[in-house]
């Protein structure tokens, strides 16, 4: 995208101080806090600390999974292709979790 426009903002000493304060804060440059608060009305950053444990128990549990299932096929279990569709049911479970994450990113910062 090309930013060919520009435009010149004023801003009083204080104005000027709590945008920087601001950007500084959500650790972006003053110009895209800006544009971003100009085109989304507001800014907002949350701690995704939960959700991002949330997610690094999912790559765990199905990096056991994994493991598990290697294991059903180097032993010819007949448990393998229960293991197979519970594996299948799990990425499904984990995409449609990363897809509502990716929903979010475009108003939060991480």
Same mark, same amino acid.
């Given at each position: 995208?090309?930013? &060919?426009?520009? $435009?010149? !903002? $004023?801003?009083?000493?204080? #104005?000027?101080?709590?945008?920087? *304060?601001?950007?500084?804060? !959500?650790?972006?440059? #003053? /110009? *895209? ?7 989304? /009305? &507001?800014?907002? $950053?949350? +701690? !995704?600390?939960? %959700? ?9 549990? /199905? +990096?056991? !999974? =994994? ?5 059903? #096929?180097? =032993?010819?279990? #007949?448990?393998?292709? =229960?293991?197979?569709?519970?594996? +299948?049911?799990? %990425? &499904? ?6 897809? =509502?994450?990716?929903? %979010? $990113?475009? &108003?939060? %910062?991480?």
């Amino acid at each position: 995208m090309s930013r &060919n426009i520009v $435009r010149h !903002l $004023r801003f009083s000493k204080s #104005e000027y101080e709590a945008v920087s *304060r601001k950007a500084a804060y !959500l650790k972006m440059s #003053e /110009g *895209r806090l800006i544009r971003k608060i100009a085109i989304q /009305g &507001n800014m907002k $950053r949350y +701690d !995704l600390y939960e %959700l991002r444990k949330i997610t690094r128990a999912f790559r765990y549990c /199905g +990096d056991s !999974l =994994e493991q598990i299932r290697k294991i059903a #096929e180097t =032993e010819k279990s #007949e448990y393998l292709p =229960e293991i197979k569709n519970m594996q +299948d049911r799990f %990425l &499904n479970i984990s995409k449609t979790f990363e897809k =509502e994450i990716k929903k %979010l $990113r475009p &108003n939060v %910062l991480l």
